[in-house]
């Protein structure tokens, strides 16, 4: 150069770098395409079990119907939520709204039942893609049982839905002021409830609490949630 002075140009290869990226990003998409399809096909089911509750004439197995709709669901509304995202990390929020969506429909669909069902939800807590689905079938099942039992065919009433984290730990709980039961009682034959107990421990590696009197109920359930921090 003028005047003596040297130019230094430096090259660097980021071919490796960009396929990578690009490796990944294709990775993300076809995951986020699996998730759409099985949403799509878990719709297609919940069409066939409702095609099916309307073609029989046992209230019985409507019930078991309806119910085994609203599971399906919820699972399908989870798929909804990891088809939109890239990230391995779930709003806590989000997914426990997409589950209340499915029962504001139940709600509307009774409307001689005035119950407010509310969400007080920290809108920054995350959890794991893979404890998203079993978050949204216990919160399902707890909600069922609400419904099925908390309150009476013309009661009007209230439940609402809580998360909140303390370090590590996190805390689900669904209380409403329905008429209550026995905790203490044999509800062994209860199908929902071995879902519950089962998904809590098994999946979540947590623990649930379950308080009634006739004030309500009360069920919380918690776990250890030490990959993801409060944002």
């Known amino acids: 150069m003028e005047k003596g002075g040297k130019l230094l140009v430096i090259i660097q290869d980021n071919t490796d770098v960009k396929s990578k990226e690009a490796e990944i990003i294709s ?15 878990l719709q297609s089911i919940v069409s066939l079990l409702r095609i099916q509750e309307r073609r029989t004439s046992s209230s ?32 806590l ?15 509307q669909s009774s409307p001689e039942r ?28 707890l909600l069922q049982n609400v419904f099925d039992h908390a309150f009476d ?10 998360g909140k984290k303390e370090k590590s730990l996190i805390s689900i709980t669904v209380e409403d002021n329905g008429k209550g039961f026995d905790p203490k009682a044999d509800h062994g034959d209860s199908l929902g409830l071995m879902i519950i107990t089962s998904y809590v421990k098994d999946k979540l590696k947590g623990r649930i609490k379950i308080e009634s009197g006739r004030n309500g109920t009360k069920a919380c359930f918690t776990f250890e949630n030490d990959n993801i921090d409060v944002v």
């Open 27 to 41: 990775k993300s998409v076809v995951i986020r395409e699996i998730h759409h399809r099985v949403k799509n096909n």
């Open 60 to 91: 019985e197995a409507k019930k078991i119907l309806r119910e085994s709709v609203s599971r399906i669901m919820a699972i399908a509304a989870s798929h909804e939520l990891l088809s939109k995202q890239v990230e391995d990390q779930v709003s």
């Open 93 to 107: 929020y989000q997914t426990l709204e997409a589950v209340v969506f499915n029962f504001r429909h139940i709600i």
């Open 114 to 141: 005035e119950i407010d069902l509310t969400l007080d939800i920290d809108q920054e807590i995350q959890v794991l893609s893979d404890e998203m689905v079993t978050i949204s079938l216990i919160v399902n099942e």
């Open 153 to 162: 065919s013309h009661q009007s009433g209230q439940v609402r839905i809580i």
